[in-house]
């Protein structure tokens, strides 16, 4: 006899979704009340939302659930268990809809769809056959409209789906069509919690990235090459230059990103990719760069109080300028005007962590800007050691690539960037 499953809820949302975005999703997926959705999604962990179904229904149900955005696993139920006609399902207390009434369970007027009760019912998996309203949930088996559990209604009158041994023509079975599994790209392409990676993954993502490069380094050189260009052009504007270049840097990374991305599903990439992040998600990525722009700034204001602190408690307050040049250099010197650059550092090394990523996140997986800054600082902190690798490798190439009047860049610019797409893909996807 093949083995039966459930589908269990971690209690928690699959990261990058929102609850006001999750509950409508449940609600019309599953015919849900978003009331009941919602009580359903903060009921906590360890509920079982559906019994009784095959290896293949329960995949059904979880890669459904993972889509809307709930974290759900499947878990073998035990030969002991009950037939699923005599269980209730794990979500069922919750599910009942809250304007039922109490005296019946006759539905009202509104909520009615026609017809006497178990009229056409067999025909129709969300027709309830107890009140004849097309509201049966999928994913609870309780009808919204008046609140019976189809399955036991059914079990109690000794009645059964009709021709129970063929799936297809059982009005009572998981449905099939709206919950095809995604394709094999989709779910690898899943967010997930960063994870930590070994130490050896920070070569390996600078040789994945070796490999795409290779496929088509003409398009990539362009794209690389074409991003410093504008970067440099819009520097020398003056006043707002190096503003513009803080805020149009993650814009341009993303659309490399993308590129990368775009390569490994399909094979191809194109210069024009640079935009991608442009067009696709300009205001979020814009974002992005005023977010780092603000923190940047902040690290800066903190730096530049503490060096007039240090200034001031060495009585060097006065004009530098006025100031005889040895005694300038026994000012700096002084171990504690370090001080300020330390930390400087402590801060500006973290920054750099949540900005890492945070283009790819928005423009991948459209994470909010704050979430996106706080996952990748997450990503970098779990990953030390391979960016420690990655960071010495990248280090030698870059020293390698300036040899040959700097032309080895060309080859070794390219490649890091695809690696941070490839480093992405390691941490934050199956």
């Not at 699959?14 to 959705?37: C, I, N, S, W, Y």
């Not at 974002?287 to 730096?303: H, K, P, Q, T, W």
Request: charged share 15%; hydrophobic share 45%; glycine share 10%.
């Amino acid at each position: 006899m093949e083995g039966r499953y459930r589908i269990l809820y971690a209690g928690e949302l699959m990261p990058g979704h929102a609850l006001q975005d999750v509950v409508p999703r449940l609600a019309a997926k599953f015919k849900l009340q978003e009331e009941t959705a919602r009580d359903l999604i903060l009921g906590g962990s360890g509920r079982a939302l559906k019994h009784g179904l095959t290896a293949a229904d329960a995949q059904r149900y979880r890669d459904a659930l993972s889509t809307i955005g709930l974290k759900v696993s499947i878990e073998p139920e035990s030969s002991t268990s009950a037939s699923p006609a005599a269980q209730t399902n794990g979500a069922e207390a919750s599910s009942r809809p809250r304007d039922k009434r109490q005296g019946g369970g006759r539905q009202t007027g509104e909520a009615r769809l026609g017809g006497e009760p178990g009229d056409d019912a067999e025909g129709d998996p969300t027709r309830c056959p107890k009140c004849g309203a097309d509201a049966v949930s999928e994913l609870t088996g309780v009808c919204q409209a008046c609140g019976v559990v189809v399955e036991r209604y059914l079990a109690n009158r000794g009645m059964s789906p009709p021709h129970p041994q063929n799936r297809d023509d059982n009005p009572y079975a998981p449905p099939r069509a709206d919950l095809t599994p995604p394709s094999v790209e989709a779910e690898e392409d899943m967010l997930q919690s960063p994870r930590s990676r070994p130490a050896g993954h920070g070569w390996l993502w600078i040789t994945e990235a070796w490999q795409l490069f290779k496929s088509q380094p003409w398009a990539w050189i362009g794209a690389v090459v074409l991003f410093y260009v504008i970067l440099i052009l819009v520097s020398i504007v003056p006043l707002v230059g190096s503003l513009a270049v803080t805020i149009l840097t993650p814009m341009l990374s993303a659309g490399l990103v993308i590129g990368a991305h775009r390569q490994y599903r399909e094979g191809r990439f194109a210069i024009s990719h640079l935009f991608a992040g442009v067009s696709e998600s300009p205001g979020p990525l814009a974002l992005v760069g005023v977010v780092y722009l603000l923190l940047a700034l902040g690290i800066v204001i903190v730096a530049g109080v503490l060096f007039a602190a240090v200034f001031a408690s060495m009585g060097s307050v006065m004009d530098l300028s006025t100031m005889d040049p040895n005694d300038i250099g026994i000012l700096f010197a002084n171990p504690m005007i370090l001080l300020p650059v330390l930390v400087a550092m402590l801060l500006g090394i973290p920054l750099a962590m949540a900005m890492f990523f945070a283009p790819s996140l928005v423009a991948l997986d459209q994470v909010p800007v704050l979430k996106a800054f706080k996952l990748s600082f997450s990503g970098c902190l779990k990953n030390i050691l391979p960016f420690l690798i990655y960071g010495l490798i990248a280090m030698v190439l870059v020293i390698l690539g300036s040899l040959p009047v700097m032309l080895g860049l060309l080859v070794v610019a390219p490649v890091l960037t695809i690696a941070i797409y490839t480093a992405y893909r390691d941490i934050f996807y199956p």
